[in-house]
């Protein structure tokens, strides 16, 4: 089994920052993509960022220039630095990794951590 968990949310002020953790444990061969997905209410799941096992980012519009994605290989996680923050950015965010097993890659999902972007 492969595990996903999530650290970091929490309540922040418009234009401050939060930084996100996501670790990935279990019956891991290697790892793929990795990234972050968001989920407001009401709304559908949206791609936040993503990055690929060689370092190469991928980010929404509405993030590039406010958060930066990274990842440590050696320890399987994935953490988004988030800066500038919105109240818009307010959502559940959640950790996603295309994982290899030993027969087979799957995604997994970690169960998400709240950011909420108010005064």
């Known amino acids: 089994q492969v595990h996903l968990v999530e650290s970091g949310g929490g309540l922040v002020q418009p234009g401050g920052s939060l930084r996100l953790s996501c670790a990935a444990s279990g019956s891991i061969f290697s790892i793929n993509d990795m990234g972050w997905y968001r989920q407001a209410p009401g709304k559908q799941r949206e791609l936040v960022a993503t990055i690929t096992s060689g370092g190469r980012p991928n980010y929404a519009d509405s993030v590039k220039g406010r958060l930066t994605i990274s990842r440590d290989n050696a320890k399987n996680t994935v953490s988004l630095q988030m800066n500038s923050l919105k109240p818009e950015d307010t959502a559940v965010y959640f950790c996603?990794?295309?994982?290899?097993?030993?027969?087979?890659?799957?995604?997994?999902w970690g169960k998400g951590t709240l950011v909420t972007v108010s005064s």
């Open positions: 996603y990794a295309n994982i290899n097993t030993r027969y087979y890659a799957m995604d997994y």
